[in-house]
């Protein structure tokens, strides 16, 4: 469930990117270098949490997939790679 989550998330982070409709609510439209920075703040707020993991790395292959030109159809296929 979670992988479909992250799935969902990161295509949908994807196709805001390059869609002339992936809009924020206060009108600023949705690019490659907002969401690095969105990520890098989501990350510094789990980290502040307390909680332990890989988070690093997820963030980052999250922010690899979601920002680059080719839409890689699974995100769990480079995650397997990993472990």
Same mark, same amino acid.
């Given at each position: 469930?979670?992988?479909?989550?992250?799935?969902?998330?990161?295509? +949908?982070?994807?196709?805001?990117?390059? #869609?002339?409709?992936?809009? &924020?609510?206060?009108?600023?439209? @949705?690019?490659?270098?907002? @969401?690095?920075?969105?990520?890098?703040?989501? &990350? +510094?707020?789990?980290?502040? #949490?307390?909680?332990?993991?890989?988070?690093?790395?997820?963030?980052?292959?999250?922010?690899?997939?979601?920002? #680059?030109?080719?839409?890689?159809?699974?995100?769990? &296929?480079?995650?397997?790679?990993?472990?």
């Amino acid at each position: 469930e979670d992988a479909a989550t992250a799935e969902i998330s990161r295509s +949908q982070v994807w196709q805001w990117i390059r #869609s002339p409709k992936g809009v &924020l609510e206060d009108g600023r439209k @949705v690019t490659a270098p907002m @969401v690095k920075i969105m990520v890098q703040e989501e &990350l +510094q707020k789990v980290k502040d #949490s307390g909680a332990t993991g890989h988070w690093d790395r997820a963030a980052e292959i999250f922010d690899q997939m979601a920002t #680059s030109e080719h839409f890689e159809e699974f995100l769990t &296929l480079p995650l397997y790679e990993e472990i």
